[in-house]
């Protein structure tokens, strides 16, 4: 058994007018309540509200909500707490590069309070014009660009684990390159909004339900351990969703938080849970055909056959 025992500190809704220093005091909470986990993980975009929902015509003005350092001022009692109570964490936030480049980030601390990891969001959502006909904008398009870094791995905490950020759950690609390292958990913040903006008809239930599947098949066709963190309730008149959950790696959702509220998960994971499917079904080396692949890295759109 090689259990790390994990904290889903599922951050409740964070206003446009809450400071980072207001965010980093509630994320400390949640740090205190785990006391005696292995690690702590937090949403994407923990430290602000979800600001790709408004729209400014000059997109400098959203630099307000980016942080050019990590830690910085606000976070840095962040890294202190956890390397005191040594517990790895991951938090995600918005990044502004020394060279003015912009993503969506999240990042993975070990046990002393060293940033060992960092992902930058590859697939990301929405637009980047205003656009009227939505019933609420997504302007992720605007205010980042594409993650440049790929879908690495990292070991920590005796294990193999990888990172990341909410709409890239749904891409079977994200879990499949992170499996291709052998990855043993995969971590994960989410904001999504209850309702899809294009279509009032696709309403909580079935977000949920989406989410899950994609975060299930995930898990099990990559037999990897699975810790997906919401921030949700109402922020500003917007509701996002909550479902945080855990996920083993036979795709079993085996811890789920039920507020919308800051509230923490707890469960223990034998990360040679992760053994046996890895060894038999999904034995990648014995029994994935690459030769019948490619179309997967060599095309983005769909092509149709000729009639
Ligand atoms: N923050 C996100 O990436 N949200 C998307 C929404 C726009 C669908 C998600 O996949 O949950």
Redesign the pocket.
Known sequence: MRNIKVAAAQLGPIQRADTRQAAVARMLDLMRQAEGCDLIVYP?LALTTFFPRWYWEDRTEADIWFESEMPSAATRPLFEEAKRAAIAMSFGYAERTPDGRHFNTSILVDKEGVIVGKYRKVHL??HDQFDPKRSHQ?L?KRYFEPGDLGFPAWPLLGGVFGMCI??DR?WPETFRVLGLQGVEMVVLG????SVNAQNSGEGPAKRMFHHKLSLQAGAYQNSTWVVAVAKCGVEDGHHCMAGSVIINPDGEVVAETTTENDELLVHDCDLDATRFGKETVFDFARHRRIEHYGLIAMQTGVVLPKA
Not at 190 to 193: E, I, Q, R, S
């Open positions: 994407e959502p929405g997504h992720e909410c709409n749904r989410f904001n999504t909004p």
